[in-house]
């Protein structure tokens, strides 16, 4: 399969790239490696081809698209508080951005998609959350972008899969996310800001589980699904602290501070449709992971 990658050079994208070409497939990735973090930290794999551009402009993804037999979607805004503080960047890469991409598949005749989506959607519900739940009281502008962005899928008619991602976690992972942020902080020995009462929990999802269950959404790609890209084994946020300590062997300095607007306080995936119907499961254990993560770095 030829498959274009949006977004190729980011943190999930790269690896799924790369998992792509070592399962034997042609890639193309479409990155305009933006400034939202360091674009330093982003890479094309070795054996991809690189479309640099913007997934708004449509002469480019329709360039981009020539040859293409599916598409991995990933290309967009993401940081739920950073939504908060500006919310046009994200109305215009996670929605416009995916309307373009699926303007231009239309033209190309290109069907098969997978969208990379997220937890967020389910807002602020109690877990855990099936993919028939209601999603219509998004918690942030990034959740309600990804909202709007899975709607225009369903419109469009193609064989879309939505992946909903539920907290990616492993190397190359944005220097904004919470384990990456408190992995250096701890290990500069510096206060450890955390948000509310630590009773919040997080279905947290190691990257190459992510792939996986991307690739499989993409081979299945038929009609237009949803599926939760997550394991179902929530960790509480105190439980993550302690992973971090462990991992990092530093004593943490936390101050504790009041709840963010757009925080949810549970993320916690039903995963029987990715059992069922894609046949994955996550193969690693969250304090491995955490392990993992700070032995990359």
Same mark, same amino acid.
């Given at each position: 399969?030829?498959?274009?990658?949006?977004?190729?050079?980011?943190?999930?994208?790269?690896?799924?790239?790369?998992?792509?070409?070592?399962?034997?497939?042609?890639?193309?990735?479409?990155?305009?490696?933006?400034?939202?973090?360091?674009?330093?930290?982003?890479?094309?794999?070795?054996?991809?081809?690189?479309?640099?551009?913007?997934?708004?402009?449509?002469?480019?993804?329709?360039?981009?698209?020539?040859?293409?037999?599916?598409?991995?979607?990933?290309?967009?805004?993401?940081?739920?508080?950073?939504?908060?503080?500006?919310?046009?960047?994200?109305?215009?890469?996670?929605?416009?951005?995916?309307?373009?991409?699926?303007?231009?598949?239309?033209?190309?005749?290109?069907?098969?998609?997978?969208?990379?989506?997220?937890?967020?959607?389910?807002?602020?519900?109690?877990?855990?959350?099936?993919?028939?739940?209601?999603?219509?009281?998004?918690?942030?502008?990034?959740?309600?972008?990804?909202?709007?962005?899975?709607?225009?899928?369903?419109?469009?008619? *193609?064989?879309?899969?939505?992946?909903?991602?539920?907290?990616?976690?492993?190397?190359?992972?944005?220097?904004?996310?919470?384990?990456?942020?408190?992995?250096?902080?701890?290990?500069?020995?510096?206060?450890?800001?955390?948000?509310?009462?630590?009773?919040?929990?997080?279905?947290?999802?190691?990257?190459?589980?992510?792939?996986?269950? *991307?690739?499989?959404?993409?081979?299945?790609?038929?009609?237009?699904?949803?599926?939760?890209?997550?394991?179902?084994?929530?960790?509480?946020?105190?439980?993550?602290?302690?992973?971090?300590?462990?991992?990092?062997?530093?004593?943490?300095?936390?101050?504790?501070?009041?709840?963010?607007?757009?925080?949810?306080?549970?993320?916690?995936?039903?995963?029987?449709?990715?059992?069922?119907?894609?046949?994955?499961?996550?193969?690693?254990?969250?304090?491995?992971?955490?392990?993992?993560?700070?032995?990359?770095?």
């Amino acid at each position: 399969m030829h498959v274009l990658v949006t977004g190729g050079a980011g943190f999930i994208g790269r690896r799924l790239a790369a998992a792509l070409l070592a399962r034997g497939d042609r890639v193309r990735v479409l990155d305009n490696f933006d400034d939202a973090y360091d674009p330093a930290l982003k890479a094309v794999p070795e054996g991809a081809e690189l479309v640099r551009g913007d997934v708004c402009d449509g002469g480019t993804v329709r360039r981009a698209l020539h040859g293409i037999d599916g598409v991995c979607h990933l290309a967009g805004r993401a940081g739920v508080r950073e939504s908060i503080e500006s919310p046009g960047p994200y109305v215009r890469n996670n929605v416009a951005g995916t309307l373009t991409v699926l303007e231009a598949m239309a033209k190309r005749h290109v069907r098969r998609l997978v969208f990379a989506s997220s937890s967020s959607v389910y807002g602020s519900a109690a877990g855990p959350f099936r993919e028939t739940d209601a999603a219509d009281r998004p918690a942030s502008p990034y959740a309600a972008s990804k909202r709007a962005a899975e709607l225009f899928c369903y419109s469009s008619g *193609l064989d879309v899969t939505v992946a909903r991602l539920f907290t990616v976690y492993g190397p190359g992972q944005r220097p904004g996310m919470a384990i990456a942020k408190f992995v250096r902080l701890a290990r500069a020995n510096e206060e450890i800001p955390v948000y509310g009462d630590g009773s919040s929990i997080r279905d947290y999802t190691w990257v190459d589980d992510a792939v996986d269950g *991307l690739i499989r959404s993409l081979d299945r790609a038929d009609g237009y699904n949803i599926v939760n890209v997550g394991g179902g084994n929530p960790v509480p946020l105190t439980t993550m602290l302690a992973a971090v300590a462990d991992a990092t062997g530093r004593q943490l300095k936390v101050r504790w501070l009041p709840a963010q607007p757009g925080d949810v306080p549970v993320t916690h995936a039903d995963p029987t449709v990715a059992t069922e119907w894609l046949g994955w499961a996550p193969r690693m254990a969250f304090h491995e992971g955490v392990a993992r993560y700070v032995a990359s770095l």
